[in-house]
């Protein structure tokens, strides 16, 4: 990266992170109850490297073998935490569990199972459940109506820890209501469960103000950190 683009990119990070502090005071909420992920996929370990040094430590990435290069590159930077906010292919789990921070995108019985019997012993993946709450056929997350049947299945498995809900909303009309969907189903399962579930994973770059102040605790923000992404190659 030249001089120019770290600067850029320390600019956005700091504008990104203002904008996350003033809506959670216009939705009266305390500083520093949503935590920023920076969403790093195809970007650079030297941009991710940049945006560490400028104070970001949560990165978010969609693709595994991306994902687990990038964190052996950068496996000296002290505090990092790497975000799983892709879907993950069956023949892939075994690669993330237990490298992750958090993985966002659990949807299935079968994916949950898998992860549990892959972890290694005496350790404990954190997840979060993805709900399709647009109900989008091209899209992955749990059906809503299925939800409590799989929330009651991952509080059951060894070395899974549920800790809230993921959505990414349709692109199309106002996502607001999704994201408040996606609280009252948050509630709701925390009264079915009796345990607390305390993060929803909602909002990236276009809309992250609306989902703070709809509840999310953890907004996936790239393209106004990193810039335009670059061409996956195939």
């Not at 079915?192 to 993060?199: R, T």
Request: overall charge negative.
């Amino acid at each position: 990266m030249t001089e120019e683009e770290k600067s850029i990119l320390r600019e956005r990070l700091e504008s990104v992170l203002f904008r996350v502090r003033r809506a959670e005071r216009n939705s009266g909420r305390p500083e520093g109850s949503v935590h920023l992920i920076a969403v790093s996929k195809l970007h650079s370990a030297e941009a991710i490297q940049e945006a560490y040094e400028a104070g970001q430590t949560a990165f978010g990435e969609n693709y595994v073998q991306e994902a687990l290069s990038k964190q052996e590159t950068l496996r000296g930077c002290s505090g990092i935490e790497w975000h799983c906010i892709g879907h993950i292919q069956s023949r892939k789990i075994g690669d993330v569990a237990g490298r992750f921070h958090l993985i966002h995108t659990v949807d299935s019985v079968e994916f949950a199972e898998k992860l549990s019997r892959k972890m290694p012993d005496n350790t404990v993946q954190p997840v979060l459940i993805q709900v399709n709450v647009g109900e989008e056929v091209q899209k992955s997350g749990v059906d809503r109506r299925h939800l409590h049947e799989l929330a009651e299945r991952i509080f059951l498995l060894p070395g899974v820890a549920l800790q809230g809900l993921m959505c990414i909303p349709p692109h199309d009309g106002d996502p607001r209501r999704f994201f408040a969907m996606l609280r009252l189903l948050r509630d709701d399962l925390e009264r079915h469960l009796g345990m607390e579930l305390p993060h929803l994973s909602m909002g990236m770059s276009a809309d992250f103000e609306q989902a703070i102040e709809e509840g999310a605790t953890l907004v996936r923000v790239g393209t106004e950190i990193f810039g335009s992404r670059p061409v996956r190659n195939a």
